[in-house]
């Protein structure tokens, strides 16, 4: 500690500011986080997993399953679309806006290669593919994830199952995880306050705390559209 000559008040000295420098650049935020998921599972009766983002998207690296026996599954590995998933739009609503703007452009392109080809109907109980959403209309949803601090989805991948998904900062302010859960529609809420909301957004906000980030969250909430 060092002594503060004006009002003789002792502050955190060089040291001890290093030290704390040192602890936040080797947090793992996955590490971190892994020992809350079962917890969470247990309190909301759902499954739930932790996504980071990889080379392909939002990726599924640790989950834990829900305690009722009627229950949806998330497998290691997984990758997450990123327009029409709730891991998905978290992340896109806080990565770069020109990185985000690029991904979607290039699925499109993938899209439009693939379109001369025919491609094959979905299995039973998959919704037929939807079409990418324009920027305007993509940067309005993310809009209303930062407003809300959280993301959802109604059976947008598959019919009958929900899922929400709540960011995880660092000291940086930037994203690092995303704490998700998954349901059956006819038992899971994706009410914006609801207690499976409030669930996640409080055990995101525990890593986050943890990995040294502002109470205040990002400072970018309200990114600018472009």
């Known amino acids: 500690i060092e002594q503060d000559r004006a009002s003789g008040h002792y502050l955190l000295g060089?040291?001890?500011?290093q030290l704390g420098l040192i602890s936040l650049q080797q947090a793992d935020p996955v590490h971190i986080a892994t020992?809350?998921?079962s917890p969470l599972a247990q309190q909301i009766g759902h499954t739930v997993a932790l996504a980071v983002w990889g080379a392909r998207g939002a990726t599924i690296v640790r989950t834990a399953e829900s305690p009722?026996?009627?229950h949806v599954n998330m497998r290691h590995g997984t990758v997450f679309s990123l327009t029409n998933t709730a891991s998905g739009r978290i992340f896109a609503a806080?990565?770069?806006t020109d990185v985000v703007r690029r991904l979607l452009e290039e699925e499109r392109q993938r899209r439009k290669q693939r379109k001369g080809a025919a491609e094959p109907a979905p299995p039973a109980g998959m919704p037929p593919v939807q079409p990418l959403?324009?920027?305007g209309d993509f940067?309005?949803?993310l809009q209303e994830v930062r407003e809300h601090g959280i993301s959802r989805s109604d059976g947008e991948v598959i019919e009958g199952v929900s899922a929400m998904a709540a960011p995880v900062f660092d000291h940086t302010g930037a994203i690092v995880l995303a704490v998700t859960a998954i349901g059956p529609a006819g038992i899971f809420s994706t009410a914006w306050d609801g207690d499976i909301?409030?669930?996640l957004k409080a055990c995101a906000g525990t890593v986050s705390q943890r990995l040294g980030a502002s109470a205040a969250g990002p400072s970018d909430l309200r990114k600018p559209e472009r």
């Open 35 to 37: 020992p809350l998921l």
């Open 14 to 17: 060089p040291l001890a500011l």
């Open 68 to 70: 009722s026996p009627v």
């Open 197 to 199: 909301a409030r669930a």
């Open 139 to 141: 940067e309005r949803q």
């Open 94 to 96: 806080y990565l770069d």
């Open 133 to 135: 959403p324009s920027w």
